[in-house]
Every structure is written in C-alpha cells, then in structure tokens.
C-alpha cells in the first residue's frame, strides 16, 4: 500500500494536482511508518529469540550498491566493515538485525520530515524534495527485501517446535478494545 500511495502521489503531482499530491504524500508517510515500525519490531523478536538458538543462518552484508540514498549506503558500508572485522556468524546474524532495524528507523525519520516538508508547502526545492522521497521508498523497500531473506532464512533454522512461540511473539493479541462512547444527537430547540 504504501508503495501505492507513493505512486499516486507521483501521479498526482506529474498531473500538476499539487494539493492533491501533498495530501497523499501524508498518508503514505504513515503508512511507511506503520511498516517501517513493524519490521523493527519483527528484527527485535528474531533477535531476542535467536539468542536461545545453537546454530543461525549465515548472513551476507548489506551491498551499498542496493541503496539510493546516504543512509542506506552508509548503514551498508559500516555493515561490511564490521561484517569482514566480526569474528562470529552469530555476531554477523545480531548485527545485521540492528543495523537494518536502525536504518528502518532513521529512514522512516527521514522520510516522515522530507514528507511534512512537501505536505506543508515548505519545500524550497520541491524537484529535489521528491526526487529525495523516492530514493528513501526505495531505501526502505531495499530493508524490507533483506529483512524478508533473514526472517525466511531464521524460520528454516527454528525448530517447528517454537513456530508457535514465535507467531505470538510476532503477532500480539491486541489489547482489549475500550467501549466506544455513543454519543446522542439531540434536537436543540430555539
């Protein structure tokens, strides 16, 4: 969806709907937030996990080719750096988690910002500013594909004994719904 509401926002804006395209840019603001929030919170349960494992999946590092942007490029390049000095795969396995969770983070900061800028009109380069949003959609995708491959990669390592486990610890019940207040129209007499 988000990627969605990134293209319409294009759309939009390539049409010259500017008010429309600002508006826009606000929802998928959110929804990148929401993703960007469940994926960091999805990378601190497989690390919390994966700490009673024996044996992990091997990771590669994040390639700095894969990112538009200099946050992407720059959690990439501390990614190899650390990857190659890292004398353990399970240090590699920790590390690439925060360091994806943390570009997640610093990415949906960045875009919430550059987004607000463009939904409020206050862009003094407007090209730029969504030339900006674009590259850290794309950033952001970059994240999500690599953290899909850990996840998939950690679900082949977990025994099938703690999928169970694992599902709840992903997917909370949520909180019990407070009572919606009903509000009563009433005729007011003149």
Request: glycine share 6%; charged share 20%; aromatic share 6%.
């Amino acid at each position: 969806m988000m990627s969605v509401s990134l293209d319409e926002a294009l759309e939009q804006r390539a049409r010259g709907e500017l008010v429309r395209a600002q508006q826009q840019v606000a929802i998928t603001s959110d929804l990148l937030l929401r993703l960007a929030r469940i994926l960091t919170d999805s990378c601190t349960v497989v690390s919390e996990r994966a700490k009673h494992l024996g044996s992990l999946p091997l990771v590669q590092p994040l390639n700095t080719n894969f990112f538009r942007g200099d946050t992407g490029q720059s959690a990439a390049s501390w990614n190899t750096v650390l990857h190659n000095v890292l004398l353990g795969e399970r240090s590699r396995f920790f590390h690439k988690l925060r360091i994806l969770s943390t570009t997640l983070e610093n990415l949906g900061t960045e875009f919430e910002q550059v987004a607000g800028g463009i939904a409020g009109g206050l862009c003094t380069e407007p090209a730029a500013c969504w030339s900006q949003l674009d590259a850290l959609h794309y950033d952001v995708n970059t994240c999500l594909r690599e953290a899909e491959i850990i996840f998939k990669s950690f679900l082949h390592a977990l025994p099938a004994d703690q999928l169970a486990a694992l599902d709840v610890e992903l997917n909370p019940s949520p909180a019990t719904p407070k009572p919606r207040l009903l509000l009563r129209l009433t005729r007011v007499s003149a």
